[in-house]
């Protein structure tokens, strides 16, 4: 199934007729925020995972990876092509029982994603750099260059409604205040950017449909909500 989806995409593509480098800031550590690996298949925000885990990928200049998931580690190699498109040569994984159910389930998506097709993106944030992955299953992930902090496990009871929305997505905050919220298109384009509102809603009405995420700042910390607009 591989080979004829990098045969797509590689023809897609074809019409950039010169080959470029990969972005040097693809070659660091990166921490998973959240992740599905299709259209169709769970989301999972890391900071819901209970008990909490911290999964990474480690990129390499040769581009080598490296990395963890729940329970289980990884490592085998990306192939580039322009404009930033990565494919999975060899993936090799360890093999272990997890124990919990949502741990096993989470490595599955992680790491079917990472053996995949990806497009990715980077954009700077105040506190480092994003990581964006998109798969042409409509598969999809966050990652930072920086860890989870405890507060971002704290803040796993922010809902997002209604999800999909057409209109006007509501955001729900128990014992806490939104500073602001900033929204990004699935390329890690930032489409609308809000400060405090009484309401805690945003107006998505004008953007185009498909999925997006929204960074949500509180005292506490922030976290990353996916949606949907219909």
């Not at 008990?51 to 990129?59: L, R, V, W």
């Not at 490296?66 to 192939?79: D, H, P, Q, R, V």
């Not at 930072?144 to 905050?173: A, G, H, M, Q, W």
């Amino acid at each position: 199934m591989k080979k004829p989806l990098l045969i797509v995409l590689i023809g897609l593509f074809s019409f950039q007729s010169f080959a470029q480098d990969p972005d040097p800031e693809l070659f660091r550590t990166w921490y998973l925020y959240f992740v599905q690996s299709t259209d169709l298949g769970t989301p999972y925000e890391v900071s819901e995972i209970d008990p909490p885990i911290q999964p990474y990928i480690t990129i390499l200049e040769d581009l080598s990876f490296n990395g963890e998931g729940a329970c289980n580690t990884f490592e085998g190699s990306f192939s580039y092509e322009n404009p930033n498109i990565l494919f999975s040569n060899t993936f090799n994984e360890t093999n272990e029982d997890c124990g919990i159910q949502i741990h096993n389930s989470f490595e599955n998506s992680f790491f079917g994603l990472v053996q995949g097709i990806m497009s990715y993106s980077i954009s700077q944030e105040s506190d480092g750099l994003m990581l964006y992955f998109d798969t042409i299953l409509m598969g999809s992930a966050i990652l930072r260059d920086y860890p989870l902090s405890t507060s971002d496990f704290n803040l796993n009871t922010i809902k997002l409604y209604p999800n999909p929305v057409s209109e006007t997505l509501n955001v729900f905050i128990e014992n806490n205040v939104i500073e602001k919220m900033v929204v990004y298109s699935i390329n890690g384009e930032i489409v609308i950017e809000q400060n405090y509102n009484q309401n805690n809603s945003i107006d998505v009405s004008l953007l185009s449909k498909g999925m997006y995420f929204v960074e949500i700042f509180t005292s506490e910390g922030k976290t990353v909500k996916k949606f949907i607009k219909e």
